[in-house]
Structure formats: C-alpha cells, structure tokens
C-alpha cells in the first residue's frame, strides 16, 4: 500500500513538473522584458485598429448598407493574423533556440539539469502561449465583426482555433529546424527559405478560412462528414507536430543517450496507426486505392529515415549498452530501435517491406476503383531498391577508406553519389556532343531520377533488374559488418564475485 502510495505521489509531483516548466517561465519574462515580443503585439493591434476604423468609415460614406461589412472585415483580420502570426512567432522561437545551440552560447541546452524532453516542450508552450496572446488581442476585434453581419460566431470561432493549431504546429517545425546541428550560414538559409515557404502556409490558410466562410460552419457542424474532416485534420497535425517534437527531443540529446528508440518507437506507432486508419476506410468504402495515402507518405518518410540512419555510429556508449536487455529474444526486438546503422538499415527495409506487402494484400482482396498498377509498383521497389543501394554503398566507402571521418558523412556521400550518377553521364555526353531526350531516357542505368522519364516497360524492367542486383551485391558486401554490430549488441560483464580480477596485495 505505501508503495503503491508512494508511485501515485512520484507520478503527481512529475506532472505538476510538467505544469510548472521552469523553460516557460524563463522564456516568457525575456519575452516580457524584450521590445521584440511587445512592440509586435503593439504594431499589431495598431494595424488591427487601423484596419477596423477604415472599413468604419468606408462604410459611412456608402449610400447603401452593406450587408456583408462583417465577412469583409473579418477576411481583413484573418489576413492580418495568419501573417503576423506565421511570420513572426515560428522566426522569434527558431532564433532563440538556434542561438542557445551555438557553442559560444552555453545556455539552458548546456548547464541546465532539465531533461531534454522538457525543454523542448518548455520551448513549444512559450511559443503556443505567445500565439495565444496574439490571438486573445485579435479575438475582440474579430467577435465585433458578428454584430455588422455577414459572419456568424460559430465560423469566427472555428476559423481562430484553426489558425492557432497551424500556428503551433510551425511553431514546432521551426524549433526542430532551429535544433539541427548546422552552422551559422546554413541556419540563415533556412530562415529565408522558411520565410517564402511562409506564403505559402499564409496562402493555404486564407483560401481555407475563405472556404469555411463561404460554406457557414454553424450550418456544417450539424454534418457527419464535417466533424470526420475536422477529426482527420486535427489527428494529423498532432501526428506531424509529434514527429517534430521527438526529432527536436533527439537533437538535442546527448550524444551517449539513445537518440533513435523515441524517434523510431513514435514513427513506428504512427505508422500502425495510418494503417488501421487507411483498411477502415478500405472497409466502408471498398477502394483499395486508399492505401495509398498511407503508403506514400510511409515511403517518404523512410527515405528520409534511412539518410539519418546511416549516419549513425556504430559503437553504443555505456550508457545505452547498459539498458540492452539480458534476454536474447528481447535483443532481437531491441536491436532495431537502438542506435547504430545495422539496426536502423533493418528497422526501415521492414518497414518499407510490410507496407508493400500490406498495401499488396489489401489492394488484392478489396478492389473497387483506384487500385496501383503494376508501373507504379515497379517504381516503389525499384526506388527503394536504389536508395539501399546508395546507402549500403556509402557505408562501405566510409567504413574501408574514410573510418578516421565522423559517420554523418556516409549520408552525405550516399546524396553526392545519386546526384554524381544522374548528372556525370549527361556532363559527359553534353561535352561529346550526343546529349539528348533518348540517350537521358535510356542510357543511364543506376539514376533512380531516370525512372520518372520512362516511358517503356523494359526500360523499367532494366532498371529494376539492375537495381536489385546492385543491391544484393553491396548487401553481400557489407554482411559480414551486419553480423559483426548484431554480436556487439551486448549488455556490459556486470562484475561479481565469481567473474571479478584478482586483488593484488
């Protein structure tokens, strides 16, 4: 009972830890002490009151009542706050947090004795709560725009909670790209491209709160099929801000944690979740052609996974080799979700392996409409055939003449190698004057680019052919380093009585 007591307690004093984040509070008194933080918000309710008092007095001078000042209105202020809002808070939390990961900047990453779980998190609630002051400034003004008609509550209200998941959603995106271990130029080229990125999420969301206020969500909440979409959406940007949360949490671990069991364990639940989600679906509707909107994206996401993958080192520190289980059968299981290329080159090909083969079951038995060709699934294996190609190749290179070099430079020779095989052969050819539409087409065997310009099946079929075969190879190449890491996955000699050394006197 007193234990059972005492664990209730633990779990309690965790979660008022959670409530309390001390990063929240340091993150919200600079935020209150900098001008950057208020002289936005001022600017902004400046720019809203401008705006209010134009339409104000535009409309005085109108012989005929508009019956629709509210919805114009309305469309101004949501113009106003998806810019202000996407455009400045994602750029004032990736700042931050890109300076406080430089290494002349020792701050709350370095000294502090925070887990890196909660600081992310801290980091994530400063930026929601941020958002949330801007919006509570824009609220008033945007429920006045129901009193001069052509905009209901209900839609105000919708259309606010809408824009503040996006919000918080790039919010997360920013933190995580702010955490990547990059330099200070690289980081700076990613502000810009996040910054024209941004007009396309301002764009995106205008046109939907345009839809919504066209369409009156007062009138489709009484739908089932508009709290299904609303349920979808909302699970699928939690499932996305997840993902960029642990990938955060991952950077910004120490390098003797184990980096790859939260990232892998989150991507793999999210993966047998889109699955159930996308055979129900399946279910109701018989086309098996839904199966591919959780094929894709598992695909994508692999792909990317296997860039970081094997770019991991080899040996485990003490640290993780201490929480290695005893059991043989659980060190199969737990081999794929610690760090190290091995088990992570596994984790993705079984992954990759039983979506093509649970998207093939399902597509066979449930066929309806929209069920893949045998085109496109040509061009899923063969990709993937490439990509492990690529990588196993960049691991060997690494491994016999570049070992002395750190291990993220096997990613980074798996991407110059795909891109020096799709654009050496076609250099080659410019300068013997024999480049053209054919000989890009057909004459370039191992460039997975190529398999977007075919346009014949044997074209297709030679490259599988040579894709799969450059495969095994490299796999046969590269086994004996497989089974060397699979014995390394060992928990440390725990010292006893029995196995301790001889004390010399």
């Known amino acids: 009972m007193t234990a059972t007591i005492g664990k209730i307690k633990a779990h309690f004093l965790n979660w008022r830890a959670w409530e309390f984040n001390p990063i929240v509070i340091k993150e919200l008194r600079q935020g209150v002490r900098s001008w950057t933080v208020t002289g936005m918000l001022m600017l902004f309710l400046v720019v809203l009151f401008l705006t209010s008092l134009a339409f104000l007095i535009g409309q005085s001078f109108d012989v005929n009542e508009n019956m629709q000042l509210g919805g114009s209105m309305f469309s101004s202020f949501v113009v106003i706050l998806a810019g202000a809002s996407v455009f400045f808070i994602p ?42 002051l801007f919006f509570s400034a824009c609220m008033p003004f945007m429920a006045f725009t129901n009193l001069l008609r052509g905009v209901d509550l209900p839609t105000v209200f919708f259309i606010l909670a809408f824009l503040f998941l996006v919000v918080c959603a790039t919010n997360m995106i920013a933190i995580f790209l702010a955490c990547l271990p990059m330099s200070r130029p690289f980081k700076f080229l990613f502000i810009i491209a996040g910054f024209f990125q941004s007009f396309g999420i301002i764009a995106s969301l205008i046109g939907s709160s345009y839809m919504f206020m066209r369409s009156g969500v007062g009138a489709m909440m009484a739908g089932r099929d508009f709290w299904i979409g609303v349920v979808t959406f909302v699970g699928l940007g939690l499932a996305i801000t997840g993902l960029f949360f642990v990938l955060a949490v991952a950077l910004i671990s120490p390098p003797s944690a184990n980096r790859a069991r939260p990232v892998r364990l989150y991507i793999t639940a999210i993966w047998l979740l889109g699955f159930l989600l996308c055979f129900n ?38 640290r993780v080799r201490r929480t290695i289980p005893q059991s043989k059968l659980k060190q199969m299981f737990a081999f794929v979700f610690y760090n190290g290329a091995a088990g992570g080159l596994l984790w993705v090909g079984g992954m990759l392996a ?59 020779l798996a991407v110059l190698l795909a891109a020096a095989w799709a654009v050496l052969p076609s250099v080659f050819l410019f300068f013997v004057n024999k480049l053209s539409w054919n000989s890009v087409e057909g004459l370039q065997l191992g460039n997975v680019f190529n398999l977007f310009t075919l346009r014949e099946d044997s074209q297709r079929t030679l490259h599988l052919l040579f894709a799969s075969s450059w495969f095994f190879v490299i796999l046969i190449l590269n086994t004996p380093w497989f089974f060397r890491q699979l014995r390394n996955f060992q928990p440390p000699i725990r010292v006893t009585a029995e196995n301790s050394p001889p004390v010399l006197k």
């Open 354 to 412: 039983i979506t093509f083969l649970a998207s093939s079951v399902v597509q066979l038995f449930f066929i309806k409409t929209t069920v893949p060709t045998g085109e496109e699934k040509d061009w899923f294996t063969t990709t993937a055939a490439y990509a492990f190609a690529y990588a196993l190749t960049a691991l060997l290179i690494h491994r016999k003449w570049l070992s002395r070099r750190p291990p993220k430079i096997a990613g980074l």
């Open 281 to 318: 679906w399946v279910l109701k509707t018989g086309d098996a052609g839904r199966m591919v909107a959780w094929q894709f994206p598992t695909f994508i996401v692999m792909m990317l996974a296997l860039l970081v993958t094997i770019s991991n080192a080899d040996l485990l520190s003490l």
């Open 91 to 132: 750029l004032y939390m990736g700042v931050r947090v890109a300076a406080e990961r430089q290494e002349n900047n020792p701050d709350l990453l370095y000294v502090s004795t925070l887990s890196p779980t909660r600081i992310i998190f801290g980091k994530f609630l400063c930026g929601a709560y941020i958002a949330l």
